[in-house]
């Protein structure tokens, strides 16, 4: 348990998990601790098994695990737990805001909401993960979407999702000095919508500019999308609710981040 939930990560994810409902009337099954339910949910988010498939050595069973995964998501823990870990990373110094980068993934769905036709697997229903990072990968801002919605949709929701971070020294700071993007964001109202808060943009242009020239800034995103890989749960969309694989989604996201933390 403790190499699933470290005890710097489980001292930040105790300031977000909300108190556990109290029993005046007393009786019922014993409630399993927080941190055995974390354990067991980082586990079938990085190892990919199901609920089913949790193994008995955890304490709670699959079904026991996933009706508090259902409860945290719902309190929006995971979101918070993320958010946390930035501030701390944000309170040493150890983000990077001179050049950030966005980018998305596809990936296959088997059934639920937020889900579409994937252009580039031959129509089959699919989602997309859109990611914000910072100058060394690190994700600030994610999304999810059907994989059917262009990216350019993405930016704006993206941006206005940076939380407002800590700083180690100064206010705390949620807007990029740069952002880089691909092609699939090169239109004219996104460079104005970035000029108007402040943020550089260099998206490349359709027809001018060569991918090779761009990826000398934007593999640091592509790296985090292979960070997110680590995540076995996102390999292929299993869940029907569009909130349950956020939060897979942010666990992966944190996850990153505390590796960065813990070093």
């Known amino acids: 348990m403790e190499r699933l939930v470290p005890d710097e990560l489980w001292g930040l ?14 009786g019922g099954r014993r409630r399993y601790g927080d941190r055995e339910v974390l354990a067991a949910i980082i586990f079938v ?24 995964f259902t409860e945290w998501s719902k309190a929006r823990v995971w979101a918070r737990l993320h958010r946390l870990v930035l501030d701390e990373l944000g309170r040493r110094g150890d983000l990077d805001w001179s050049r950030c980068a966005i980018d998305s993934v596809n990936m296959r769905a088997m059934k ?18 859109h990611l914000i990072t910072e100058r060394t990968g690190l994700p600030l801002s994610i999304g999810i979407s059907g994989a059917s919605l262009h990216d350019r949709q993405a930016l704006e929701p993206l941006v206005r999702g940076i939380p407002p971070i800590r700083s180690r020294r100064g206010p705390r700071r949620r807007r990029p000095a740069k952002l880089h993007a691909d092609k699939d964001y090169d239109y004219d109202h996104l460079r104005r919508w970035l000029r108007q808060r402040g943020i550089t943009h260099r998206i490349a242009r ?5 991918s090779t020239r761009l990826g000398r800034h934007r593999w640091t995103i592509e790296r985090a999308m292979a960070w997110l890989a680590g995540c076995r749960r996102l ?6 609710k569009a909130d349950h694989f956020l939060a897979f989604t942010s666990i992966a996201c944190t996850l990153i981040c505390y590796r960065r933390l813990a070093k």
């Open 235 to 240: 390999h292929r969309r299993y869940e029907r």
């Open 112 to 129: 639920g909401e937020l889900t579409g036709p994937n252009p580039v697997d031959r129509g089959k229903k699919g989602s997309k993960i």
């Open 13 to 26: 994810f105790e300031r977000v998990v909300p108190p556990a409902p109290s029993r005046p009337q007393g």
């Open 45 to 68: 988010a990085t190892s990919g098994c199901t609920w089913r498939q949790l193994p008995p050595s955890f304490g709670p069973s699959g079904p026991t695990a996933h009706r508090r």
């Open 206 to 210: 359709k027809g001018i500019e060569s």
